[in-house]
């Protein structure tokens, strides 16, 4: 009797330690499966678009210039024509030449953008705080290569050679999907069209729209595929939002690249007017 209950009690604390150890995998097991999945349907290697940039070039300024007055000198009349002319001129009153009043010329102040300082994507329920990272370098095959930090702590990470918020240029995050906070782990979910508030160190808050989201081979491909997958890092003549991960999750095989545009529309606060 007392060894069946042994047993049993052993069967028991079996049972619940499968349990246990499958409400610890499941938060794991979940976005593998779910982010596998949805690799079938997110569009790889397009080509980079970008919309061209406005003009810089100022609008001509129109001058006020004075006619001049054409006196005939090769018609039979020319000469009374200019005595006439003469006469008028000094029977008319004296004009007085207005004097100059020097005025200071206002210069203009260009906004030099802000820097983002936090990141809510409610399709995800994301809302995460915004780093300044740098590159670091590493030796690759021999070859010296600069590669982009990631914060160690659920954050996003700004590179700090793009783009701020607020002004023309590439504004790029990047953040873990697997470890260190996942910041980005659910960043797959996010469709195209879906709003992404970015705030800045100013206080204002910008607002952009997805309007491409891209999977992109990483691991293990060829220098020159690795490069080419970067130039959505790189600056570009419009305004825009680019977010990197690694996907699926638990995996460094590609990077999940979603390109966002400034929704004007929705953006509060006074900085970037």
């Not at 499941?26 to 970008?50: C, E, G, K, N, Q």
């Not at 260009?110 to 300082?117: F, L, T, Y």
């Not at 590439?170 to 709003?195: C, I, K, M, P």
């Not at 705030?199 to 990483?218: H, N, S």
């Amino acid at each position: 009797m007392n060894t069946l209950k042994r047993t049993n009690r052993l069967a028991l604390l079996g049972v619940a330690l499968v349990i246990v150890g499958a409400a610890i995998a499941l938060p794991r097991i979940a976005p593998l499966v779910d982010s596998r999945r949805y690799t079938d349907t997110i569009p790889t290697a397009p080509p980079l678009t970008a919309a061209p940039p406005a003009s810089s070039t100022p609008a001509p300024v129109p001058t006020l210039t004075a006619s001049p007055t054409v006196v005939p000198s090769d018609s039979a009349g020319s000469a009374a024509t200019a005595t006439a002319v003469a006469a008028a001129a000094a029977d008319a009153p004296p004009v007085e030449t207005p004097t100059a009043v020097a005025t200071a010329t206002p210069t203009a102040t260009i906004w030099p953008g802000a820097e983002p300082v936090g990141v809510v994507i409610p399709s995800i329920g994301l809302d995460a705080p915004v780093v300044e990272i740098g590159l670091t370098y590493e030796l690759v095959g021999g070859t010296r290569q600069a590669i982009w930090d990631v914060p160690d702590t659920r954050a996003a990470g700004w590179h700090n050679t793009s783009a701020r918020l607020g002004v023309v240029g590439n504004a790029v995050l990047n953040g873990h999907n697997t470890s260190r906070g996942e910041v980005f782990r659910d960043l797959y979910r996010v469709e195209v069209g879906a709003a992404i508030t970015v705030e800045g160190a100013t206080g204002d808050l910008f607002v952009y729209r997805v309007a491409e989201k891209y999977i992109l081979p990483e691991a293990g491909q060829p220098l020159e595929v690795r490069l080419e997958n970067a130039r959505y890092i790189q600056t570009t003549p419009d305004e825009r939002l680019t977010l990197v991960t690694c996907h699926p999750y638990g995996s460094l095989a590609n990077r999940l690249v979603l390109i966002a545009f400034p929704d004007d529309g929705d953006r509060q606060g006074n900085g970037a007017s």
